[in-house]
């Protein structure tokens, strides 16, 4: 059963363009939403993260919306950049630092 | 920020043989450090989570005869992957979490083992 579901699977966007990620989890207990960042061959990086008692989070260019009710989260990249192109990944985790990951998405910004 | 170091980066060796891998939290103190294995354009998956000074619980399906993790100290961790075969060929991730007042894991850069 997965636990934290992603999408789309690839996206490709214009530069200057938003990019949406879009992830739904199902474990009420999650308390806490990362999204990291990752480039072929190497770890992943935290971007952004959310925790359930706000409902938006934005730093810089990059902004988490948080729908409790619907146990959904997304990822917003405004004025997108061709440095953007990697792959994102949504967490979901308890206090116990466990994280589920969704299947990760990969962004393709086009000059 | 926090920095996770792990040692080697790359690593190829012949099947039947034995691999470590290094975790480190250079500049804090990790309560807790999980390692992760990832197949080309997939996700991570959680192998073991890994406690200092107890011993590692590990995810239904790894084999923990297979993986040997050891987390010594509250600043590294090492990962052995015994008898390793082509199949265990894999992109291996650590992660180091503080676990004080903090949900954030820190990821290391991963080590590429390949078993030819």
């Known amino acids: 059963q997965q636990q934290v579901k992603q999408s789309p699977q690839s996206l490709i966007v214009q530069k200057g363009g938003i990019s949406i990620i879009n992830c739904a989890y199902e474990n009420t207990a999650f308390d806490y939403f990362p999204w990291y960042q990752q480039f072929p061959g190497k770890g992943p990086a935290l971007l952004i993260a959310?925790?359930?008692?706000?409902s938006e989070k934005k730093e810089g260019r990059f902004t988490i919306s948080f729908n409790k009710s619907a146990k959904q989260f997304s990822l917003h990249i405004m004025d997108s950049q061709p440095g953007d192109s990697a792959t994102y990944f949504c967490?979901?985790?308890?206090?116990?630092?466990?994280?589920?990951f969704g299947d990760g998405t990969t962004l393709t910004v086009k000059p | 920020g926090a920095v996770v170091s792990q040692h080697p980066s790359r690593v190829i060796c012949k099947s039947g043989t034995s691999v470590k891998i290094e975790c480190r939290s250079l500049d804090f103190q990790a309560t807790t450090m999980f390692w992760y294995r990832q197949f080309p354009k997939q996700s991570l998956m959680l192998m073991a989570t890994?406690?200092?000074?107890?011993?590692?619980?590990?995810e239904q399906g790894v084999e923990k005869d297979k993986f040997l993790i050891n987390h010594a100290s509250l600043t590294l961790s090492t990962l052995t992957v015994t008898s390793a075969h082509p199949e265990d060929s894999s992109f291996y991730i650590c992660?180091?979490?503080?676990?004080?007042?903090?949900?954030?894991?820190?990821f290391g850069p991963g080590t590429r083992l390949t078993v030819l």
């Open positions: 890994s406690n200092e000074g107890s011993k590692a619980t590990y």
């Open positions: 992660s180091a979490f503080t676990g004080q007042g903090t949900d954030t894991q820190y």
């Open positions: 967490a979901a985790s308890t206090n116990a630092g466990k994280s589920t």
């Open positions: 959310i925790r359930p008692d706000v």
